[in-house]
């Protein structure tokens, strides 16, 4: 069993920059591909970005890709969202996810944190 925290969100102005932060509770953090979700009202929830256990290969939407970087700490149990130039329409409930297994569902969420963009 993983639980899944996340923080950082809030709200910034177009152009600024936001860390959300995933901690992972249990022993066995660095045996999951982590994941970064949003969900924007009215809107189906997409991945953002994701990073696998292992070595660390990096998956970026393309509406993120360049200014977001996804990151994890295994140390520290904790993966990491960094995002720069942020625009209006990054304004969602972010969410971070844990997946046991390559090719099957992500078996582990958060409680989501908000981040609005303002224009």
């Known amino acids: 069993q993983v639980q899944l925290v996340e923080s950082g969100g809030g709200l910034v102005q177009a152009g600024g920059s936001l860390r959300l932060s995933c901690a992972a509770s249990g022993r066995t953090f660095s045996s999951y591909n982590m994941g970064w979700f949003r969900q924007a009202p009215g809107k189906e929830r997409e991945i953002v970005a994701r990073?696998?256990?292992?070595?660390?290969?990096?998956y970026y939407a393309d509406s993120v890709k360049g200014r977001f970087t996804i990151s994890r700490d295994n140390a520290k149990n904790t993966v990491y969202l960094q995002m720069n130039n942020l625009k209006p329409e990054d304004t969602a409930v972010y969410y971070c996810a844990a997946q046991q297994k390559d090719g099957l569902g992500y078996n582990y969420w958060g409680q989501g944190t908000q981040v609005t963009v303002s224009s």
């Open positions: 990073i696998r256990r292992s070595d660390v290969t990096t």
